[in-house]
Structures are given as structure tokens and as C-alpha cells.
């Protein structure tokens, strides 16, 4: 479940809120100034910042601008939480990087509703990079295999050519260059499907990681 770190020097509300978002099964860490924040989002890592824009210390939108300046935390989405209604304010906290925003007093359901929506473009967003990202490595293979392709056609072709002059090879000699022969093959036949992928299919390895699955990959 997401973990969720809630910023507001008003203990009352950042209490209200942490009730709020555990009967959805977060996960809450609290806050209570911005520098505060910038401490806790080290030890928390959230998924998630409930933010509020007057505070002492250090205000919601100095400590927004600092995490989306952060490479390490700029894709965390970011709540302004504000009691100031007009445009201009509103205007204000998504120009220093938040990712929306609800006005105090709120409607729980509706505080909920946006950290979903916050979470669930996250999640898409996550698995779009993750999605590039083995696109990348795809196109790195194939190219890599291409590479690989002349090479290992000119070993098998020697190989073939010593095989065939048997008389000058010892049985043991023979069942050697056979071996390898056999595995030069296999590896070819491996590049060759490689070369051909067009369709990505993944398989579980081990500890929960994912690796391509390049014999059901087309």
C-alpha cells in the first residue's frame, strides 16, 4: 500500500487527515514545517505528499520547489493543501511544481479522490518509463546481436570446415570441435531471435525480478 507523508503545522488537521487516509489502508508519516518535510521524505520515501502552503520555517512553496529541483524526489506527487481560494494562489503552488491542489475546509471524499488519481497517474507514469526502458534495452540487444551475427557465422563455418577434414583430426579433437560447434550453433540460434523481436514478453526470474523471455518474445 502507498505511503503517504502528510505536511501541516496545524497538528489538529495533519492528525484529521492521517485518520482519513489509514481507513483506505495508507500508509501516513507526518510533518510539521517544510524543512521538516525535507527530512522526513529521506526517511519515508512516500509515494505521495499531502502539502500544506503556510508554514513556518520553511512554507509549502519553498519546500515544493525544493523536492521537484531534487532528482531523487521531483516525481513524488505533490497535494497543496491551502486555505487561499483565489486563482493567483492556486496558480502559485502548481507553477512551483505541485501536482494539485484542494482548499481548506475539504471534503474527505474528495481529499481521497485526488490522492488516488495522484497515485494511479504515478503508477501509469512508472510503468510508461519502465515500458521505455526495456524498449531501450531491446533495441540495445538487437543491435548487439547484429554485431555478434558476422563474427559467429565465420566460427561455424571454420568449425565445419576443420570437421570435415576428419582424417586429420583425433577422435578426441573431433568430439571437441562437435561441443563447440554445437554451442556456436545454439548461440546463433539465440542472435537470430534476438535480431527478430518485435514483441516483448517477460517471465519472472528470481527475487521478483523480471527478465525477457526470448523464446516467447516475437
Given at each position: 500500500m502507498a505511503n503517504i507523508l502528510v505536511v501541516d503545522d496545524d497538528k489538529k488537521l495533519t492528525l484529521l487527515v492521517r485518520g482519513f487516509l489509514e481507513k483506505?489502508?495508507?500508509?501516513?508519516?507526518?510533518?510539521?514545517?517544510?524543512?521538516?518535510?525535507?527530512?522526513?521524505?529521506?526517511?519515508?520515501?512516500?509515494?505521495?505528499?499531502?502539502?500544506?502552503?503556510?508554514?513556518?520555517?520553511?512554507?509549502?512553496?519553498?519546500?515544493?520547489?525544493?523536492?521537484k529541483a531534487d532528482k531523487d524526489t521531483k516525481m513524488i506527487p505533490i497535494i497543496m493543501l491551502t486555505s487561499m481560494s483565489t486563482v493567483r494562489d492556486k496558480v502559485i503552488g502548481l507553477n512551483a511544481g505541485a501536482n494539485d491542489y484542494i482548499t481548506k475546509p475539504f471534503n474527505p471524499e474528495e481529499l481521497i479522490a485526488r490522492v488516488k488519481a495522484q497515485l494511479r497517474i504515478k503508477f501509469l507514469e512508472a510503468e510508461l518509463l519502465?515500458?521505455?526502458?526495456?524498449?531501450?534495452?531491446?533495441?540495445m540487444?538487437?543491435?548487439?546481436?547484429?554485431?555478434?551475427?558476422?563474427?559467429?557465422?565465420?566460427?561455424?563455418?571454420?568449425?565445419?570446415?576443420?570437421?570435415?577434414?576428419?582424417?586429420?583430426?583425433?577422435?578426441?579433437?573431433?568430439?571437441?570441435?562437435?561441443?563447440?560447434?554445437?554451442s556456436a550453433i545454439r548461440i546463433k540460434e539465440i542472435v537470430s531471435k534476438m535480431i527478430n523481436i518485435t514483441r516483448v514478453v517477460e517471465t519472472e526470474y528470481a527475487q521478483g525480478k523480471k527478465m525477457i523471455d526470448i523464446w516467447k518474445s516475437g
Open positions: 483506505e489502508k495508507y500508509q501516513v508519516a507526518e510533518a510539521y514545517s517544510g524543512r521538516m518535510a525535507l527530512d522526513a521524505i529521506k526517511e519515508t520515501k512516500p509515494d505521495l505528499i499531502i502539502l500544506d502552503i503556510m508554514m513556518p520555517e520553511m512554507d509549502g512553496i519553498e519546500a515544493c520547489k525544493r523536492i519502465r515500458k521505455e526502458e526495456v524498449e531501450a534495452v531491446v533495441k540487444g538487437i543491435t548487439t546481436a547484429h554485431e555478434i551475427n558476422n563474427p559467429l557465422t565465420v566460427i561455424i563455418g571454420n568449425l565445419e570446415l576443420l570437421l570435415m577434414k576428419k582424417e586429420n583430426l583425433s577422435e578426441e579433437d573431433s568430439t571437441n570441435l562437435n561441443s563447440i560447434l554445437e
